[in-house]
């Protein structure tokens, strides 16, 4: 019984409590912040060593448009209604060929004022006839004649404005009503936007009514940042990728750079020429621009280890095990993975490029305590 007992007490008695494991917190010791050797939060902030700078790959949005300087738009000069389309979507057109015709009373009139001006230029060549035969014969005198000179010169004027005016859309003689819309360029008709019958006018036109291009030259819009600018300038050569063509690699040349940034993107539109014989990209086909840029002497790191504390940029450096300090840097370049270092960090040394905003608010933590103590004492 008396076994049993003290087997019972023994049980009943609760069970030693195991020791704490407790860390020292990191201290500042001449401006660094030193972690003990066997604190936790060690395993918590990866280094790696600074690199020397070299040229980046540096990778761009695009797209593709056509290419405006081998394109046209074509617009209703004047009112009337479709009778006949000649051409359509992916057909290739030759330079003045008609692509569609329009009855138009509005060319009508105009072609009407042709043959009119053409009538009252001979009428007056007629007068001018009779008023030389006149002077000759001593009837008439001097400012007659040159009154009748100036009336046929302003009647040929007219005349030529109007040939000029109906001449410009495709007819130099009689009334047809008939209006042609041409195209003034070889290339393909990539844009059709009318059909037989209807009625456009000039004025409520938001499309044009053909649209003609060389397909085998786009454009390439680029849009680029600040820092690219000074690799991107007229004639630098670029290299586009096609998602949709990832095999395929196609070459473009630069020919323009805005000298505005846009206020939403904060981009800076480029403009690049690209060759496309054999038509296997397409008006808004997106795509990547990838070119190497040239960078200035420095050392590279990845973005997670730059902060900013105000305007200055600063990185964590190990210098020893469990010693780090933060060091003030300047920037060259700031890319989305990578930043380059201009001043401020030397190849090879380790600075933190994880939990570094832990290592930041235990510095400050560190820096308060020290700064109490020191205030403290007497």
Same mark, same amino acid.
């Given at each position: 019984? @008396?076994l *049993?007992v003290? $087997?019972?007490?023994?049980?009943?008695?609760e069970?030693?409590?195991?020791? /704490?494991?407790? !860390? +020292? =917190?990191p201290?500042?010791?001449n401006?660094?912040?030193?972690?003990?050797?066997?604190?936790?939060?060690?395993?918590?902030l990866t280094?790696?060593?600074a690199?020397?700078a070299?040229d980046?790959?540096v990778?761009l949005?695009?797209?593709?448009?056509w290419?405006?300087?081998?394109?046209?738009?074509?617009?209703?000069a004047?009112?009337?209604?479709?009778?006949?389309?000649?051409?359509?979507?992916?057909q290739?057109?030759?330079a003045?060929?008609?692509?569609?015709l329009?009855?138009s009373?509005?060319?009508?009139?105009?072609?009407?004022?042709?043959?009119?001006?053409?009538?009252d230029?001979?009428?007056?060549?007629k007068?001018?006839?009779?008023q030389?035969?006149?002077?000759?014969?001593?009837?008439?005198?001097?400012?007659?004649?040159?009154?009748?000179e @100036?009336? *046929?010169?302003? $009647?040929?004027?007219?005349?030529t404005?109007?040939?000029?005016?109906?001449? /410009?859309?495709? !007819? +130099? =003689?009689?009334?047809?009503?008939?209006?042609?819309?041409?195209?003034?360029?070889?290339?393909?008709?990539v844009?059709?936007?009318?059909?037989?019958?209807?009625?456009?006018?000039?004025?409520?036109?938001?499309a044009?009514?053909?649209?003609?291009?060389?397909?085998?030259s786009?454009?390439a819009?680029?849009?680029?940042?600040?820092?690219?600018?000074?690799?991107?300038?007229?004639?630098?050569?670029v290299v586009?990728?096609?998602?949709?063509?990832?095999?395929?690699?196609?070459?473009?040349?630069?020919?323009?750079v805005?000298?505005?940034?846009?206020?939403?993107?904060?981009?800076?539109?480029?403009?690049?020429?690209?060759?496309?014989?054999?038509?296997?990209?397409?008006?808004?086909?997106?795509?990547?621009?990838?070119?190497?840029?040239k960078?200035a002497?420095?050392?590279?790191?990845? $973005?997670?280890?730059?902060?900013?504390?105000?305007n200055?940029?600063?990185?964590?450096?190990? !210098?020893?095990?469990?010693?780090?300090?933060p060091?003030?840097?300047?920037?060259?370049?700031?890319?989305?993975?990578?930043?380059?270092?201009?001043?401020?960090?030397?190849?090879?040394?380790?600075?933190?490029?994880?939990?570094?905003?832990?290592?930041?608010?235990?510095?400050?933590?560190?820096?308060?305590?020290?700064?109490t103590?020191?205030?403290?004492?007497?």
């Amino acid at each position: 019984m @008396a076994l *049993a007992v003290l $087997a019972l007490l023994s049980a009943c008695q609760e069970p030693p409590s195991e020791p /704490l494991v407790t !860390s +020292t =917190s990191p201290i500042i010791q001449n401006q660094e912040l030193r972690y003990p050797a066997d604190h936790p939060q060690l395993l918590l902030l990866t280094t790696t060593p600074a690199t020397r700078a070299q040229d980046m790959a540096v990778e761009l949005p695009a797209r593709f448009v056509w290419n405006e300087e081998k394109t046209q738009r074509i617009y209703p000069a004047f009112a009337g209604r479709v009778t006949h389309i000649k051409a359509d979507i992916g057909q290739s057109v030759n330079a003045g060929q008609e692509l569609a015709l329009l009855a138009s009373p509005e060319f009508g009139a105009a072609q009407a004022d042709t043959s009119r001006a053409r009538i009252d230029a001979q009428l007056a060549q007629k007068a001018l006839a009779r008023q030389r035969e006149l002077f000759d014969a001593g009837v008439v005198a001097r400012k007659d004649l040159e009154q009748a000179e @100036a009336e *046929a010169a302003r $009647a040929q004027a007219d005349v030529t404005r109007a040939q000029a005016r109906t001449s /410009l859309y495709g !007819s +130099t =003689s009689g009334v047809t009503l008939q209006l042609g819309l041409r195209s003034d360029i070889r290339g393909v008709v990539v844009e059709r936007n009318l059909n037989p019958g209807q009625e456009v006018r000039p004025e409520s036109v938001n499309a044009p009514l053909f649209v003609v291009s060389d397909p085998t030259s786009l454009w390439a819009q680029i849009d680029a940042q600040e820092a690219d600018v000074p690799d991107l300038r007229p004639g630098a050569k670029v290299v586009l990728i096609v998602p949709t063509l990832p095999d395929r690699r196609f070459e473009a040349t630069i020919a323009a750079v805005t000298d505005q940034i846009d206020p939403t993107t904060r981009t800076i539109k480029i403009r690049a020429v690209v060759a496309n014989p054999q038509r296997l990209l397409k008006n808004e086909m997106l795509a990547k621009v990838h070119y190497q840029r040239k960078v200035a002497p420095g050392v590279e790191v990845p $973005a997670s280890a730059v902060f900013l504390r105000g305007n200055q940029h600063y990185v964590f450096v190990k !210098s020893d095990l469990g010693l780090f300090s933060p060091r003030d840097v300047k920037l060259s370049y700031e890319g989305p993975k990578t930043v380059l270092l201009s001043e401020g960090l030397k190849e090879g040394e380790q600075v933190v490029i994880q939990n570094g905003l832990l290592l930041a608010r235990e510095l400050r933590i560190a820096q308060e305590a020290a700064h109490t103590i020191q205030a403290a004492k007497p």
